[in-house]
């Protein structure tokens, strides 16, 4: 059992279900007004997944963690609709099949800095011309100390580093943050980028 999955081995869900935020920008920014495939990279336990699902995408997720998969698909069946959830790595996981949007909060922090620009060239590849790119990653900031829950299986990463993966596309959104988490039930708080891009081949910007 990893450590997510004993957090999530409880009746209750370990981080709710109501949606990220980001959820409402991929409503507004590419409705379900036609048929839309959506991958879900780390669903947790399902919430955004299950989300988007309800609202009409045609929706796949996976995670690490057996039970998380198994939650969502349960939070799935719960409102009487659909998710193509399994279990992956997000480190060996690459794409195959295209997407309208990929759509990640909380996990790219798994990704070993090696793997970064080949694991980005894949989610670009293999996302539809129009599409978006709805990610948001946890980065170092000097004033910010490391949160007491952080794994040995999670990497920095420097402020501003995702957005450069996407320089050749348009960027639609993107911010940096503090915000304050009670996760582990110890009050601290975290430095998070968030972008959404849109594959419309920009002229690339020097760094
Ligand atoms: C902070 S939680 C975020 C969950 C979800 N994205 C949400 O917002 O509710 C991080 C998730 O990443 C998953 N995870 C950790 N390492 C992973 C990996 N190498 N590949 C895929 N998922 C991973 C965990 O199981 C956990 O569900």
Known sequence: MNEYDEKYDQVGYYW????SPACFDVLKMMPPDHHVKLLV???GEGRNAVFFARNGY?????DLSPMGVEKTRALAERASTVVDVFRANVNEYRLSEDFDVLFSTGVLHYLPEDLRAEIFEN??????????????????KPFVARAPDWEATAHSW???ELFTYYRDWRMEYCTEEIFD?????????HAVNRMIARKIEVSEQSP
């Open 16 to 19: 709710g279900v109501k949606p």
């Open 41 to 43: 990279i780390g669903c």
């Open 58 to 62: 045609d929706v796949t997720a996976f």
């Open 123 to 140: 989610y670009k590849r293999f996302t539809r011309p129009d599409g978006l790119n709805v990610f948001s990653v946890f980065v170092e």
């Open 158 to 160: 420097v402020s501003g």
């Open 181 to 189: 988490c009670m996760s582990s039930g110890i009050p601290h708080q």
